[in-house]
T-cell receptor
Framework: AQTVTQSQPEMSVQEAETVTLSCTYDTSESDYYLFWYKQPPSRQMILVIRQEAYKQQNATENRFSVNFQKAAKSFSLKISDSQLGDAAMYFCALYNFNKFYFGSGTKLNVKP | NAGVMQNPRHLVRRRGQEARLRCSPMKGHSHVYWYRQLPEEGLKFMVYLQKENIIDESGMPKERFSAEFPKEGPSILRIQQVVRGDSAAYFC?????????????FGPGTRLTVL
């Protein structure tokens, strides 16, 4: 069974500061991918960042980076220089066998 | 290149009615996936289809739900005799292929409200 756990239902960060969202997962597969998606109030799912499990190097996309700890099955998202537009629900997801397994989400608030 | 299209964006049904949700994949994509998002939860996989074939329906409820992706036209997710618990956002995603990894592009979702 594949499971994804996000233990922080809600977090807040001051504009321009850095915040880290946590995610742990469980899978017995060796070939999988990990993702962070952003869901603003419009509900559109927006891909933030992707990590291939076979790559040791942590993925980075501009202000977004991940800390991928494969042995610990941990996949956290760091957002640097937070902006008001970053406020949204963030979902961690595991991809395997043609389907996504999503966590329950973390609501990120950004304070001006 | 237009993205994944879903319609309607909002659908209101009374208990016992039928709901039909449509998904037009991105141009060139022949694989479609349906996910359901209940309030305060993440998306949950329902079904994976290719043209005229259901590949994986392990997430579909056993009764009242069905999906198709005909040779021509959009993919349809059909919910018969809706109940209040069916109220959710239903997302469609498409990809150019299956296998190890093919990026899935998500549509904007259909929000179903059952009165």
């Amino acid at each position: 069974a594949q499971t994804v756990t996000q233990s922080q239902p809600e977090m807040s960060v001051q504009e321009a500061e850095t915040v880290t969202l946590s995610c742990t997962y469980d899978t017995s597969e060796s070939d999988y991918y990990l993702f962070w998606y952003k869901q603003p109030p419009s509900r559109q799912m927006i891909l933030v960042i992707r990590q291939e499990a076979y790559k040791q190097q942590n993925a980075t996309e501009n202000r977004f980076s991940v800390n991928f700890q494969k042995a610990a099955k941990s996949f956290s998202l760091k957002i640097s220089d937070s902006q008001l537009g970053d406020a949204a629900m963030y979902f961690c997801a595991l991809y395997n066998f043609n389907k996504f397994y999503f966590g329950s989400g973390t609501k990120l608030n950004v304070k001006p | 290149n237009a993205g994944v299209m879903q319609n309607p964006r909002h659908l209101v049904r009374r208990r016992g009615q039928e709901a039909r949700l449509r998904c037009s994949p991105m141009k060139g994509h022949s694989h479609v996936y349906w996910y359901r998002q209940l309030p305060e939860e993440g998306l949950k996989f329902m079904v994976y289809l290719q043209k005229e074939n259901i590949i994986d329906e392990s997430g579909m409820p056993k009764e009242r739900f069905s999906a198709e992706f005909p040779k021509e036209g959009p993919s349809i997710l059909r919910i018969q005799q809706v109940v209040r618990g069916d109220s959710a956002a239903y997302f469609c995603a498409s990809s150019p292929g299956g296998g190890s990894y093919n990026e899935q592009f998500f549509g904007p979702g259909t929000r179903l409200t059952v009165l």
